[in-house]
């Protein structure tokens, strides 16, 4: 049975550290896992819908997500690895949580920036909230 793989991908350097070790240690597999690079725009402000309308609010967040998600698709794509690339809107955490569980994925991968300490804790990344409250392994690429 062919495993599903997250990669949350913000267009960091950081996330692309992901996106390259995947490219890198997946062919120590039996099977090539099928991959989904997911980004998550952020929600702009309510009252922005009164000067701009819905289709246009969509197609913002869909180039700027697709922007995001290019160099990590150029890295799996030059690897020989085809992703399936998804934007999506709202809080990121949870929308990568939702997405794992509603697609059935077996792992999120993700990289971090790797603050540690006090930093780590009052910044409460993205990956330390997956770590926390992912249904499924969630593996930190540094």
Do not use: Y
Not at 12 to 36: F, G, I, M, Q, Y
Not at 74 to 93: K, M, N, R, S
């Amino acid at each position: 049975m062919t495993q599903k793989w997250l990669l949350p991908i913000d267009g960091s350097e950081n996330s692309l550290h992901a996106a390259r070790w995947v490219a890198t240690h997946v062919r120590d597999l039996r099977e090539l896992p099928e991959l989904h690079l997911i980004n998550v725009q952020a929600l702009l402000p309510n009252d922005i819908g009164r000067f701009i309308n819905a289709d246009t609010i969509k197609e913002f967040h869909l180039e700027n997500g697709m922007k995001a998600l290019a160099a990590a698709r150029d890295e799996l794509t030059a690897a020989g690895l085809a992703p399936t690339l998804h934007v999506l809107i709202g809080d990121p955490a949870s929308a990568i949580t939702e997405f794992a569980a509603s697609h059935a994925c077996d792992q999120i991968v993700i990289g971090t920036r790797g603050h540690s300490g006090l930093t780590g804790t009052l910044l409460g990344s993205v990956a330390m909230k997956l770590a926390h409250h992912a249904k499924v392994p969630v593996l930190l690429v540094r």
